[in-house]
């Protein structure tokens, strides 16, 4: 409880707390004020979703699904039926437990929280993939990480590089909730891409503290992620020159510089 209490922010009108599950996965659940209702993101188990609804008397009113993934759905049928919850997710990726399909620019409302959301089409990691936007928060699912970016499964690297573009044309300081703990091994990577950006040595240290302690390195920040993220840098001098030393050729493109240190990254 005092993990959750700890890093809850006090002045959104609602709060947002990690659930963790399975070995790195964070469920986001969005509690309102008064402390009565919750939303949750990609519940790849329904135990720790059930173990937090109890221990905060909560009622589960929706459940929002970013893509298709196990870890992101499994305990999605069960929360349903024992909560008769909504669940909303993308049109394009198979789900069969969805009450509401919805696609990029689909925009919706959770009342009983007084959240207005816009659905972002950020496909690639798989064919249907989407982020829940509601001013201030991205819930992004598998595309962004921090310091990272999803695996391609079912998309192309321009497909990914065009999803990880509408991301960044958000505004600077929307929170980032991702989906996985993945900051610091993220991290060693762009280190090495860009050895001499010193966000990233100190964002290192900041993380391995926080890890040691037991937190989440999530949400992180549009803004932060603009400064330490070597995938929303393609354009930076030595994270081009780093990719084409990778790719043995010049890369004329920040396209083809992120196609690049996708290949770099999934062997490293
Ligand atoms: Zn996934
Ligand atoms: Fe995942």
């Given at each position: 409880m005092t993990f959750l209490?700890?890093?809850a922010p006090m002045s959104s009108a609602i709060q947002v707390y990690p659930i963790p599950a399975l070995t790195d996965n964070y469920i986001w659940a969005m509690v309102d004020r008064s402390k009565t209702h919750a939303l949750i993101v990609d519940p790849g188990e329904a135990q720790p979703?059930?173990?937090?609804?109890t221990e905060y008397q909560l009622s589960l009113v929706g459940i929002l699904l970013t893509h298709h993934h196990f870890d992101h759905t499994n305990g999605v049928e069960e929360l349903k039926l024992q909560h008769e919850a909504i669940v909303i997710g993308p049109n394009k990726d198979g789900i069969e437990s969805l009450t509401k399909a919805v696609t990029g620019g689909s925009k919706f409302t959770i009342t009983s929280l007084?959240?207005?959301?816009?659905?972002l089409d950020i496909g690639a990691h798989t064919k249907g993939h989407i982020g829940f936007y509601t001013p201030g928060k991205l819930f992004c699912g598998d595309t962004l990480f921090s310091a990272g970016c999803g695996r391609i499964f079912e998309g192309t690297a321009s497909q990914m590089y065009n999803s990880l573009c509408?991301?960044?044309?958000?505004p600077d300081d929307t929170l980032i909730?991702?989906?996985h703990e993945y900051t610091l091994a993220n991290l060693r990577f762009a280190h090495v891409v860009?050895?001499?950006n010193e966000k990233i040595e100190s964002y290192i240290e900041?993380?391995?503290?926080?890890?040691?302690?037991?937190?989440?390195?999530l949400p992180s920040s549009l803004q932060l992620e603009k400064e330490i993220?070597?995938?929303l840098r393609c354009d930076k001098p030595e994270v081009i020159a780093s990719a084409e030393s990778y790719a043995g050729h010049r890369l004329k493109k920040a396209e083809e510089v992120f196609k690049w240190l996708r290949k770099w990254k999934d062997g490293f």
């Open positions: 209490t700890r890093i979703v059930n173990d937090f609804l007084g959240l207005k959301f816009i659905v509408k991301i960044t044309s958000l909730y991702c989906a860009e050895p001499s900041r993380v391995t503290t926080l890890r040691k302690q037991g937190l989440p390195t993220n070597p995938f």
